[in-house]
């Protein structure tokens, strides 16, 4: 079994944290029978057809962990505050937040363990540390097939993508609550993307977790 390269000490047992709930996606992006791992097992074989292997990703010079892309959305953004923006199927590339206009600095994340109340993009706009966006990106590689279960959970919207294809979606204003879905990996590299926005002023967070062995990952920014 492969080690979780992440600077996290990932206990599948360690509680989430007094303000973020867990729940099992129920009807997760990827389709998934009835023979999934649950939670707390260690990744199995591929039970459906993942994304094809990407390969040729120079990891030599990454860390461990996600190389994170920091935005700062102004308070008049006529997004924020709207309860729906896009609806249940709501996708990032119907919106703006992640525009260089909004840049507001970048950074490798060892880990995406933030719980809530979590504010960090403050660079002095009206409505600061409100209203901000993240884009995470990150090469897996793992050394057989696999399928890897995983937490995600955001305030507000977040998205995840495999290979450039939608993995995991939470859209909308909403509290942090850690859902449940499953990566399916073929041996050799491949590209995760997450996205998310904080829109409402009432609290902030996001959680993303893996919950098995199995996946190497490694903070490389756009390009490498």
Not at 48 to 62: E, I, K, L, Q
Not at 103 to 129: C, I, K, R, S
């Amino acid at each position: 079994m492969l080690l979780l390269l992440s600077c996290s000490d990932y206990d599948l047992a360690s509680p989430v944290g007094p303000e973020v709930e867990r729940k099992d996606s129920g009807s997760p992006a990827v389709a998934v029978d009835d023979t999934a791992p649950p939670r707390d097992t260690a990744a199995v074989d591929t039970a459906f057809d993942p994304p094809a292997d990407t390969g040729d990703y120079v990891v030599d010079d990454c860390q461990d962990g996600y190389f994170a892309y920091y935005y700062n959305l102004p308070a008049d953004h006529p997004d924020v505050e709207i309860e729906d923006a896009g609806g249940p199927d709501d996708v990032p590339s119907n919106h703006d937040w992640w525009d260089e206009a909004y840049y507001a600095f970048e950074q490798e994340d060892p880990g995406l363990e933030f719980g809530d109340q979590w504010w960090p993009v403050n660079t002095g706009l009206p409505g600061d540390p409100q209203y901000f966006a993240v884009r995470w990106v990150a090469i897996l590689e793992s050394d057989s097939d696999l399928i890897v279960p995983f937490e995600m959970g955001s305030d507000d919207d977040s998205w995840a993508y495999l290979d450039g294809e939608l993995m995991a979606s939470l859209p909308g204003i909403h509290g942090v609550e850690a859902t449940q879905f499953y990566a399916p990996l073929t041996q050799g590299q491949h590209k995760l993307e997450l996205f998310m926005a904080e829109r409402h002023t009432s609290n902030s967070g996001f959680w993303f977790k893996w919950l098995a062995e199995g996946v190497r990952i490694f903070a490389c920014p756009d390009g490498a």
